[in-house]
């Protein structure tokens, strides 16, 4: 099939409108509906329903559609990787992931020392948490994922290859301000009467955890969607937070990090498919394992 077809289909799903299709595309009205039919008759099934204000996907083709744009960016972003080839740089695209906590920081600096010795790499950074990344490794939309074992754990999987960067020991994060913002290392169970936020499943049971062996169960009342609404919960003096100890070099003036007595604490690795791995992957890893080291 031919692909134009395909964009012209896209484009008039996300336009809603034949007629605004067809200017975006420097196309007639008429040229972008016999495009439109023609898709139809190839695959026997009705794309398009007209409705008050202009056209939308009929089930079918709301189907095709999501197809249709996965295709066409991948469509892309062949033409672009050959084109990097024809300008000396590396040919293949090097997607890597990372928790929200390791993307903030360590993983960016580590990719750009890669950089400096690979030279020119069309690089892609994917931010999310274990269980996904772990998925987007396996499903090969990534090439390396920076992950961790707290809870849920890191999947046992004989797909992937894991690689032990190092633990990571969690701090307490605190609004300016705070009584014991110019304390630390601080034992846990000071903080018992404190409300907590917390922004995934994970860290929570990290915490509960964690507060169980100091005698306390603690208040998480408040749940943010993210690690940045997490913070700025904080920063507003709305609650406390459990924090990975990677985020401190990052964090936000408005917030202050205090130490703990025996942290809890969450081994990083780095995991690649075991079969057909990038041919930089072992050099990223390098780097970062070095910058976790430092």
């Known amino acids: ?158 797909r992937v290859e894991p690689r032990f960067l190092g633990l990571d020991g969690m701090v307490v994060v605190l609004p300016v301000g705070h009584p014991q913002g110019e304390q630390g290392p601080l034992p846990l169970q000071v903080l018992a009467d404190e409300m907590w936020v917390e922004d995934n499943d994970g860290s929570a049971a990290l915490l509960r955890r964690h507060a169980a062996r100091a005698g306390f169960s603690p208040r998480i009342d408040l749940a943010a969607a993210d690690l940045h609404g997490k913070l700025a919960l904080v920063a507003a003096g709305h609650a406390i937070a459990l924090i990975p100890g990677v985020l401190t070099c990052a964090l936000r003036p408005d917030v202050t990090a205090v130490t703990l007595v025996d942290p809890p604490a969450r081994g990083i690795y780095t995991i690649t498919p075991r079969r057909d791995p990038h041919p930089l992957a072992a050099a990223l890893i390098d780097q970062l394992a070095s910058r976790f080291a430092s």
């Open 1 to 158: 099939m031919d692909l134009t077809v395909w964009r012209t289909f896209v484009t008039v799903c996300r336009l809603g409108s034949l007629s605004a299709a067809a200017a975006e595309l420097h196309h007639t009205q008429s040229a972008v509906s016999r495009q439109i039919a023609g898709l139809e008759r190839q695959l026997g099934v009705p794309l398009m329903e007209r409705h008050a204000r202009g056209v939308r996907p009929t089930p079918a083709g709301e189907v095709f559609r999501r197809h249709a744009l996965a295709t066409l960016n991948e469509a892309d972003r062949a033409v672009r990787a050959a084109r990097d080839v024809g300008d000396g740089a590396c040919g293949r695209p090097l997607a890597v992931g990372a928790t929200p906590s390791l993307a903030a920081g360590i993983v960016p600096e580590a990719i750009r020392d890669l950089l400096e010795h690979a030279g020119p790499v069309r690089w892609s950074l994917l931010p999310g948490l274990t269980p996904h990344l772990h998925n987007r490794v396996i499903a090969g939309d990534l090439d390396i994922a920076v992950v961790t074992d707290a809870p849920p754990g890191l999947p046992n999987d004989p």
